[in-house]
Every structure is written in structure tokens, then in C-alpha cells.
Nanobody, 124 residues
């Protein structure tokens, strides 16, 4: 049984940092590429970042967020710096097969498994 469990969310002020973690079990972690998505209230879920053989980011977070992975710990991270109110959302991690072009993993259909999400709230 595959489980992806996100953690690290919370309430912070604009300009602060947070690091989200996604711990995976029931899956061979190193054989998958990983992504982070987010969904703000009243909006559709959107791509944030992905990591496979390389990494890629949405324009809205480029330069502020960093995705990384630790295969030994079966964990993928999202370091979020200089947070803005518009970053407020539920953040989800997801796993999918590797793709040569990392930005083709910006679509939800690229992923096989999803976590339940962690809330990030940024107050302005």
C-alpha cells in the first residue's frame, strides 16, 4: 500500500520560510519522480515543482522555492522562502514515472500517487 504523508505546514508571516516534507512508503522511492502541487481556496490545484533527473518550477515560485529529495529517507522536500500571502494553499506531494523533460511533469496526469496534503497559511 502506497502512502505519501506530507508534513511541515503551518501559519507563518509574509517573508518567512517553511520546509515541507513528504515521506513515502510502499513504493520504491528512487524509481519515481516527485512533484509538489498546491490548491488555494476556490482555485484549481496547480503545479509548484518537480524533481526527477532534474528539477523544474512554476514561474510563480522560481527563485523562492527549492525541491529536493533524499532517496535514503524516502522523502521529498519543498523549501519555501520569502513566502507571500498568495502562497497560501494546501500543498500536495505526488509520485510519477520519470520523464526526460521535467516540465512535462507539471500536469496532474503525470502522477500515479498523491498525498493528503498539508495546509500552508501565510499572513500578510
Amino acid at each position: 500500500q502506497v502512502q505519501l504523508v506530507e508534513s511541515g505546514g503551518g501559519l507563518v508571516q509574509a517573508g518567512d520560510s517553511l520546509r515541507l516534507s513528504c515521506a513515502a512508503s510502499g513504493v520504491t522511492f528512487s524509481r519515481y519522480a516527485w512533484g509538489w502541487f498546491r490548491q488555494a481556496p476556490g482555485k484549481e490545484r496547480e503545479f509548484v515543482a518537480a524533481i526527477g533527473w532534474s528539477s523544474g518550477y512554476a514561474d510563480s515560485v522560481k527563485g523562492r522555492f527549492t525541491i529536493s529529495r533524499d532517496n535514503a529517507k524516502s522523502t521529498v522536500y519543498l523549501q519555501m522562502n520569502s513566502l507571500k500571502a498568495e502562497d497560501t494553499a494546501v500543498y500536495y506531494c505526488a509520485a510519477g514515472p520519470y520523464r526526460r523533460n521535467i516540465m512535462t511533469m507539471s500536469g496532474e496526469s503525470a502522477y500515479d500517487y498523491w498525498g493528503q496534503g498539508t495546509q500552508v497559511t501565510v499572513s500578510s
